[in-house]
């Protein structure tokens, strides 16, 4: 029961201890705007472009904790729905358009996918590379569920998986161990300079 009623920490407060309305407006503000710089490499394949924003998405979970990533990834939605140009991936619709749109499922998987990859971080899973790189594949799993049920709206379902899963697994996966290793090792470091 203890355990239950335990008040989790994300990387953020351990690594900079602090608490305060600004401090997590700033936080969740600064980790959209890095969703969007993330969104800058983006490379299309088929109706889903392969980009830097799920390593954001995961890197945002990870350090904010499940409350701040999510509402760092709903952030960066609303402020995408204004169709302010270069927020999204390059190359599809803005605004309002690209959330009905085929790639509509995978962003808003962006939510699920910061706050599971967030609460995995709060308990403890950013201290072990194995285990963060498994919170960021369970991210994207999660990433997967949202995406793929959505884009079935506009793709026949034989050809779901070629179009929105197979083009994505060597590059997700890349920044599954890239954002796996970099959370720890960084945590790590501070640790020691401390």
Do not use: H
Not at 6 to 20: N, Q
Not at 44 to 59: F, R, S
Not at 116 to 130: A, D, M, P, Q, T
């Amino acid at each position: 029961m203890t355990q239950l009623l335990t008040v989790r920490t994300s990387v953020i407060d351990t690594i900079i201890p602090g608490t305060g309305i600004l401090r997590d407006v700033l936080l969740i503000l600064g980790f959209a705007c890095f969703t969007a710089l993330c969104s800058l490499i983006s490379i299309w394949v088929g109706p889903v472009p392969i980009t830097g924003q799920t390593l954001g998405v995961m890197l945002s979970g990870a350090v904010l904790g499940s409350r701040r990533g999510a509402l760092s990834q709903a952030s960066y939605l609303v402020v995408g729905a204004t169709g302010i140009p270069f927020w999204f991936a390059l190359g599809g619709p803005i605004g309002i358009a690209r959330l009905i749109g085929p790639t509509a499922g995978y962003l808003y998987g962006f939510i699920a996918m910061a706050f599971v990859v967030g609460w995995l971080s709060e308990r403890g899973w950013y201290r072990k590379i194995y285990l963060s790189i498994l919170a960021m594949l369970a991210g994207e799993i999660t990433l997967y569920v949202f995406g793929l049920s959505w884009l079935s709206n506009y793709v026949p379902l034989d050809r779901l998986l070629q179009a929105g899963l197979y083009p994505f697994i060597a590059g997700d996966l890349l920044k599954v161990m890239l954002a796996g290793s970099v959370v720890p090792l960084c945590c790590y470091a501070v640790n020691r300079a401390k």
